[in-house]
């Protein structure tokens, strides 16, 4: 579904040029749900914007869906993009935009009627239980509601991948325990390809079918994960019942 053959990509900082993504050469499977973990700086965030090319790679190819993103004309690109969602730790919610105008946005991007665009918005917020909250503004949810609008948003266009940016890295617990299971429905029930950057091994252990280890740009490493009673390294010290 997503193949990464080689790709590179470097920033210019004061004190010159820093490799960022160096020869990356990978594949997530239609229908896995792929872990991306690595210290801080290891290029994780970077590698996942060469996979929607909001990063053009210095060098090397991304081929997502079918479509070789890289070197595309730009119009083309745009439409190849709404195949690809994304969401951020953040949110990146428009403050001044109800729940529903949120939802809408890629949809008006992509010039869907308007009678389509409310029907399709109603069933993403649906999808996300969060059908009630429609008219209300981003100020007035909670940090996990905030992130099922985004869900929403990333799904209105129906894309084959959706591109996760640490999604929980902001939340308690408990919500990014619903938060996973919204992304797992995602993956099961619509078909859609995940891909996941975070910090923590409890999300790749929860959601992720492999995981991938980056570390100073590079791939270390991809490996299939246990499945969720994969809890055997336990400390010597653990009680049993
Ligand atoms: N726009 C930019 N300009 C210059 N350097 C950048 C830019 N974006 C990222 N970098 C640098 O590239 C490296 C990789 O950054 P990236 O954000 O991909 O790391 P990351 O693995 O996502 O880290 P984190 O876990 O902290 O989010 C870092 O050293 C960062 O400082
Ligand atoms: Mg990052």
Do not use: W
């Amino acid at each position: 579904m997503i193949t990464l053959h080689q790709a590179s990509k470097h920033y210019t900082t004061s004190s010159g040029p820093f490799q960022a993504v160096q020869s990356v050469s990978l594949h997530v499977e239609e229908g896995e749900i792929h872990g991306f973990i690595g210290t801080s700086g290891a290029g994780k965030s970077t590698l996942l914007r060469l996979m929607n090319v909001l990063e053009q790679p210095d060098e090397g190819n991304v081929v997502v869906n079918g479509d070789e993103l890289t070197r595309m004309p730009e119009k083309r690109l745009r439409e190849a993009r709404r195949s690809i969602g994304m969401i951020f730790q953040h949110y990146h919610l428009v403050h001044n935009r109800t729940v529903s105008g949120n939802v809408a946005m890629p949809l008006e991007l992509a010039g869907v009627p308007k009678k389509e665009r409310a029907l399709r918005v109603r069933e993403c917020l649906q999808f996300v239980g969060l059908a009630d909250k429609a008219e209300q503004y981003p100020a007035q949810l909670s940090g996990g509601q905030k992130q099922r609008v985004a869900i929403a948003r990333a799904l209105a266009n129906r894309p084959a991948v959706l591109l996760c940016d640490e999604p929980t890295s902001a939340l308690d617990p408990q919500t990014t325990a619903d938060i996973l299971g919204v992304l797992r429905e995602i993956n099961r029930e619509l078909g859609v390809t995940i891909v996941i950057v975070t910090h923590d091994m409890d999300v790749v252990r929860s959601i992720c079918s492999r995981v991938s280890e980056m570390r100073d740009g590079r791939l270390l490493s991809t490996q299939p994960v246990g499945g969720p009673s994969d809890s055997s390294k336990a400390g010597e010290g653990e009680a049993h019942e």
